[in-house]
């Protein structure tokens, strides 16, 4: 159903691309846009237990596109130094594809919320996480993708180095 990486040497090991989803902090998600146009924008994430939420507004493009489709592909830069005496730069990505739904149900929205705030205020107390999300809870919708395929490539130079 996926195709395979072409380049199979530069695939990264499946441990590695949990480790890049866990630890990313931002990414790229794509949804089918209007007129047939892809429309992808960049977001921040939480990924656990092998789905990635996402937190927006009610209403928008991105909403409209899945509501349209709710196939979507989520890609996460790991690393990108330029090597500009080599002509290249040594990447390290990872591109999920999977399935995503707007959180309906409130006990699934607030659990996702929380997973993010957590993520991302990780210094902050529960009690005062609560109280912002409470602040933001009206005009606030949540994403849930569940990963259908994920993998993960890295520059050559880079394989190389893994490959020793």
């Not at 072409?6 to 990264?12: M, P, T």
């Not at 866990?22 to 429309?39: C, F, I």
């Not at 493009?61 to 002509?87: A, T, W």
């Not at 399935?99 to 705030?117: G, H, M, N, T, V």
């Amino acid at each position: 159903m996926f195709r395979e990486m072409r380049r199979k040497k530069q695939e990264l090991p499946d441990n590695e691309v949990l480790r890049i989803l866990q630890e990313g902090t931002s990414g790229v998600l794509a949804v089918s846009g209007d007129d047939g146009y892809p429309y992808a924008v960049p977001l921040s994430y939480v990924f656990d237990s092998g789905k990635i939420y996402f937190h927006c507004a009610k209403s928008g493009h991105k909403l409209d596109g899945i509501r349209r489709n709710s196939k979507v592909s989520f890609c996460v830069i790991d690393q990108d130094q330029v090597v500009p005496e080599e002509y290249t730069s040594y990447f390290r990505s990872v591109i999920a594809f999977g399935r995503i739904r707007i959180l309906e149900d409130e006990q699934e929205k607030l659990a996702a919320i929380e997973k993010l705030a957590a993520k991302y205020t990780p210094d902050d107390s529960p009690a005062q996480r609560r109280h912002a999300i409470e602040q933001e809870w009206s005009p606030l919708c949540m994403l849930e993708m569940t990963i259908d395929h994920a993998t993960g490539k890295e520059a050559r130079e880079l394989a190389r180095g893994r490959r020793g």
